[in-house]
């Protein structure tokens, strides 16, 4: 079965640090481009991040370039997000998605909660 | 950045109804284009994908039409399951975005 599954997220204060894991299997991981996209509470989808199936290139939203870094580890199937100085607006359910050129974002995660509050 | 609109961004709707969401690109993103719905606290989940092409396991009454900046999901006729947020996300270039969102309920 294809199956993707976040983990990591949780409650920190406004300018602190977090990273969140995303570990998939039942597919060739190393093939595919990999993404995160979050839900703000009762907010529409919002697109975060892309990375390339061999990690050699990656992409942001501009609300969190410098701030959020996306990372691969194909020997351990897992996607990461690093994500720095945290602001409230961070405030969101993350979902990892997997995707290829045509059929995209065909297989997403349950999504972690990451809360950005004092 | 390729920035997405829907509309309308919410209607009502009764069991049976024809309903027809539009989705508008910036600028020419082909056929790289995909619909999703997302019910109250679930995943969303992906119905049409490269414009026109059903995902399998979701019903016929689905549909997708369009290329370049204009795309349209249609639902021929409307069932209680179907009362749910449909999103598109073009993935034409990066970074990818998605729209607003459009909220289908019952009238």
């Known amino acids: 079965e294809v199956q993707l599954v976040e983990s990591g997220g949780g409650l920190v204060q406004p300018g602190g640090s977090l990273r969140l894991s995303c570990s998939a299997s039942?597919?060739?991981?190393?093939?595919?481009?990999m993404h995160w996209v979050r839900q703000a509470p009762g907010k529409g989808l919002e697109y975060v991040s892309a990375?390339?199936?061999?990690?050699?290139?990656?992409y942001y939203t501009d609300s969190v370039k410098g701030r959020f870094t996306i990372s691969r580890d194909n020997s351990k199937n897992t996607l990461y997000l690093q994500m720095s100085s945290l602001r409230a607006e961070d405030t969101a359910v993350y979902y990892c998605?997997?995707?290829?050129?045509?059929?995209?974002?065909?297989?997403w995660g349950q999504g972690t909660m990451v809360t950005v509050s004092s | 950045d390729i920035q997405m609109t829907q509309s309308p961004s919410a209607m009502s709707a009764s069991v049976g109804d024809r309903v027809t969401i539009t989705c508008r690109a910036s600028?020419?993103?082909?056929?790289?284009l995909a619909w999703f719905q997302q019910k109250p606290g679930k995943v969303p989940k992906r119905l049409i994908y490269?414009?026109?092409s059903l995902q399998s396991g979701v019903p016929s009454r689905f549909s997708g039409g369009g290329s370049g900046t204009e795309f349209t999901l249609t639902i021929s006729s409307l069932q209680p399951e179907d009362f749910a947020t449909y999103y598109c996300?073009?993935?034409?270039?990066?970074?990818?975005?998605f729209g607003p969102g459009t909220k289908v309920d019952i009238k």
């Open positions: 998605v997997k995707s290829q050129r045509v059929s995209a974002f065909d297989i």
């Open positions: 039942g597919f060739t991981f190393s093939s595919y481009a």
């Open positions: 990375i390339i199936s061999n990690g050699g290139s990656t």
């Open positions: 600028q020419d993103i082909s056929n790289y």
């Open positions: 490269a414009a026109s």
């Open positions: 996300l073009q993935h034409n270039s990066y970074p990818f975005t």
